[in-house]
């Protein structure tokens, strides 16, 4: 049940991560507070397909 997922900055729209989630465990779109290193900060992260 695990897939595989893309993690998008929401600033500057750069997809930054590649991560599994568990569709059982979280069916909407996840977000996270990650670093991005074309922001140079930490920002929200948002799930891409």
Known sequence: MRVKIT???SECKQRNYNTMKNKKND???LEMRKYCKF???HTIHNETK
């Open 39 to 41: 922001c140079r900060k």
């Open 7 to 9: 993690l998008r900055c």
């Open 27 to 29: 069916p909407d779109r």
